[in-house]
């Protein structure tokens, strides 16, 4: 069983950034899928950002040009840097790793892909 990790969450005005971490328990995943999801009081799980073995992004129309999914060359670590926020992008932020087996992500990003999960950092965005 795959554990995720996350932490960098926080509380931050509008048009601050944050930076949030996501640890994972293996050393190399090659053969997997990884993203990041939020929700917001009352509202779904949304996809936000994912990234496979190549390094290949997808982003919710959302936070395009605004948030940049990434991970570590170990590949043990992955990150979600988001700037320029806004009071919309409150919501509970969740890492997630799901099998992919040629290594690949494609849209949409859909949870149903994504078998692991982390336990959520809390992301506040004051006007």
């Known amino acids: 069983q795959v554990q995720l990790v996350e932490s960098g969450g926080g509380s931050v005005q509008a048009g601050g950034s944050l930076r949030l971490s996501c640890t994972t328990s293996e050393e190399s995943s090659d053969w997997r899928c990884y993203g990041w999801f939020r929700q917001a009081p009352g509202k779904e799980r949304e996809g936000v950002a994912s990234?496979?073995?190549?390094?290949?992004?997808l982003y919710v129309d959302s936070v395009k040009g605004r948030f940049t999914i990434s991970k570590d060359n170990n590949k043990t670590t992955l990150y979600l840097q988001m700037n320029s926020l806004k009071p919309e992008d409150a919501a509970m932020y969740y890492c997630?790793?799901?099998?992919?087996?040629?290594?690949?992500?494609?849209?949409?990003?859909?949870?149903?892909?994504?078998?692991?999960w982390g336990q959520g950092t809390q992301v506040t965005v004051s006007s």
């Open positions: 997630a790793a799901g099998r992919s087996l040629d290594g690949r992500c494609f849209r949409p990003i859909s949870e149903s892909k994504f078998g692991y």
């Open positions: 990234i496979d073995r190549y390094r290949t992004t």
